[in-house]
């Protein structure tokens, strides 16, 4: 399995960006799909965003799509969540996953999971 270690955290004001990094450590990252979720205070993790191996598929929730963008630079063992047009609803601790399925937004498909990195947007 992948270690995890997210980074790109911060505070921010609404409207504004935050760029979140996802390092993997281990050779096999290329074989991954790798996932983005979310959890806020008082609420249930919540899927955000998956990219296939290839990078050749992604995948958003409704709540994102248009403003996130999820990428990954294999060669960098490296996966990125841009978040654009924040909005105080995105605030929570993002994670960073990765399943061994091909294609898959099921938290329970994925084995291996970051510490996590809070993002907060204010109003």
């Known amino acids: 399995q992948v270690q995890l270690v997210e980074s790109g955290g911060g505070l921010v004001q609404a409207g504004g960006s935050l760029r979140l990094s996802c390092a993997a450590s281990?050779?096999?990252?290329?074989?991954?799909?790798m996932g983005w979720f979310r959890q806020a205070p008082g609420k249930e993790r919540e899927f955000v965003a998956a990219?296939?191996?290839?990078?050749?598929?992604?995948y958003y929730a409704d709540s994102v799509k248009g403003r996130f963008t999820i990428s990954r630079y294999n060669t960098k063992n490296t996966a990125y969540l841009q978040m654009n047009s924040l909005k105080p609803e995105d605030t929570a601790v993002y994670y960073c996953a990765a399943s061994q399925h091909l294609a898959t937004i099921d938290a329970r498909d994925f084995i291996s999971w970051g510490q996590g990195t809070q993002g907060t947007v204010s109003s």
């Open positions: 990219i296939s191996w290839s990078a050749g598929a992604t």
């Open positions: 281990g050779r096999t990252f290329s074989t991954y799909t």
